[in-house]
C-alpha cells in the first residue's frame, strides 16, 4: 500500500490542476509568451505591456514556472521554454487556442457540472448553456470563433501525423467532412500538388476558411461547400476523410453521417476516419479523457472501440479495411464499400 501522504500529495496535485489550466489560460490572453519570445522581461515591464497588476502578474508566473511553464530567474524576471513556447499564437505547435477555448464560458462553466452528466447520462450543457453546444455557438459568435481556433489548433498536430503517415498520392479528389478552416485539407494538398480537394462544413464555417486556404496556398485547388452532413455530403471523390466528427455523436447520428459517405461514395472510393480509438491500454488516457470531453459538451457522442468503429461502418454498407497509427494520439480507420 502507498504511503498515504503520498497518495495524499498526489490527489491534491491533480486536484488543483484547474489552478494551473485558468493560469495558462490568462497568461495566453495576455500574450505573455508572445512578449517573451525576444528574451527576458521583468514583471514590471511585462505588467506594463499588458495593463496588469505586477504582483498579482507575478504570482501568477511564478506558479507556471513551477511546473515548468516559463522560467523564472532573478530579480522578478521570466523568459520562455519550451512548453511557454507552446502558448505562442505562430509557435510549430501552438496550443494557444486551445488553452483559451478550454477556460471559454461553454467549455469551463459545462465541466463545472460534470455531476449532472453522470446522474443523467446528458451534456452538462443543458443546464449550464440552456442548449447542446453546438447550438449555443451559433448565438454566441465569440465563442465559436475561440472554438474554430482551437479546433484549427488542435488540427495542426493531428493533420502533420495523417500527412506522414498516410500516402495520398493516388487521390485527385478528396472531400474533408466537417473540415473547418481546412487546415487538414490543406495540409494534403500542400504535400500532394495534383490533388485537389473539397471543404464541406456548415456555412458560418466555410465563410472563414479562405484565408487559412489562401494563407497555404491551396484555395485555388479547394472548392468550398457549405451543408449539413445529416442531409448529403459531395459525391464523386476519390477519398472521404473527417476528424473528429463522429465522437461527438451518437450511433444514430454517425450512421447518418456514414449512409450519406456511402451514398457519396464511388465504387472504389475510400473513407478515412481520424479518432482516438479506446482500448483498455495505458496509451489511451487521451482518448478516456476525450471522452469524457464528449460526456459533457456532446448530446450522446463518445470515444469509441476498434470494434465499434467497424460495427458502425458494417451497419452503413462500409468495412473497416485497415487501422493505421500516427505519431499524434489518433488513428485512421480506412473503410471501403462492401
Given at each position: ?11 491534491r496535485?491533480?486536484l ?19 512578449l517573451?519570445?525576444?528574451?527576458p ?24 514556472a ?50 449532472y452528466?453522470?446522474k ?10 440552456g ?10 459568435p ?43 485539407l ?7 500538388h495534383t ?34 452532413f ?6 464523386g ?26 451514398n ?63 505519431d499524434?494520439?489518433?488513428?485512421i ?6
Amino acid at each position: 500500500m502507498r504511503n498515504n501522504t503520498a497518495a495524499y500529495d498526489e490527489i491534491r496535485h491533480l486536484l488543483l490542476g484547474m489552478f494551473i489550466s485558468r493560469s495558462l489560460t490568462a497568461v495566453a490572453e495576455l500574450n505573455i509568451a508572445e512578449l517573451l519570445h525576444n528574451g527576458p522581461q521583468s514583471v514590471d515591464m511585462l505588467a506594463k505591456e499588458t495593463d496588469s497588476d505586477p504582483d498579482a502578474l507575478y504570482r501568477v508566473l511564478r506558479t507556471l514556472a513551477a511546473v515548468n511553464v516559463f522560467e523564472e530567474l532573478k530579480d522578478r524576471t521570466f523568459k520562455n521554454n519550451a512548453l511557454s513556447d507552446t502558448l505562442r499564437i505562430d509557435a510549430e505547435h501552438s496550443a494557444h487556442a486551445i488553452v483559451r477555448w478550454i477556460n471559454d464560458p461553454g467549455c469551463w462553466a459545462s465541466w463545472g457540472r460534470l455531476d449532472y452528466s453522470i446522474k443523467t447520462g446528458r451534456p452538462a450543457t443543458e443546464a449550464v448553456l440552456g442548449s447542446d453546444l453546438f447550438t449555443w455557438l451559433q448565438e454566441h459568435p465569440s465563442s465559436l470563433k475561440r472554438f474554430q481556433e482551437a479546433m484549427t489548433g488542435f488540427c495542426n498536430i493531428a493533420a502533420h501525423g495523417v500527412v506522414e503517415t498516410f500516402d495520398f498520392s493516388a487521390i485527385n479528389k478528396i472531400v474533408d467532412i466537417g473540415g473547418g478552416h481546412g487546415l487538414l485539407l490543406g495540409k494534403i494538398l500542400t504535400r500532394y500538388h495534383t490533388t485537389t480537394g473539397v471543404l464541406f462544413d456548415r456555412p458560418e464555417v466555410i465563410d472563414q476558411a479562405l484565408p487559412l486556404l489562401t494563407k497555404l496556398g491551396v484555395a485555388d485547388r479547394v472548392e468550398t461547400v457549405a451543408g449539413d452532413f445529416f442531409e448529403h455530403i459531395p459525391s464523386g471523390a476519390d477519398a472521404y476523410i473527417m476528424k473528429h466528427v463522429l465522437h461527438d455523436w451518437d450511433d444514430k447520428h454517425c450512421m447518418m453521417i456514414l449512409n450519406n459517405c456511402h451514398n457519396a461514395m464511388k465504387p472504389n472510393s475510400r473513407l478515412l476516419v481520424v479518432e482516438a480509438v479506446m482500448d483498455d491500454g495505458p496509451n489511451s488516457l487521451f482518448a478516456k479523457q476525450a471522452d469524457l470531453e464528449t460526456l459533457v459538451i456532446t448530446t450522446g457522442g463518445r470515444e469509441r472501440t476498434q470494434q465499434e468503429f467497424a460495427d458502425l461502418f458494417s451497419r452503413c454498407g462500409l468495412k473497416l479495411q485497415r487501422l493505421i497509427k500516427t505519431d499524434y494520439p489518433a488513428v485512421i480507420l480506412e473503410a471501403v464499400a462492401h
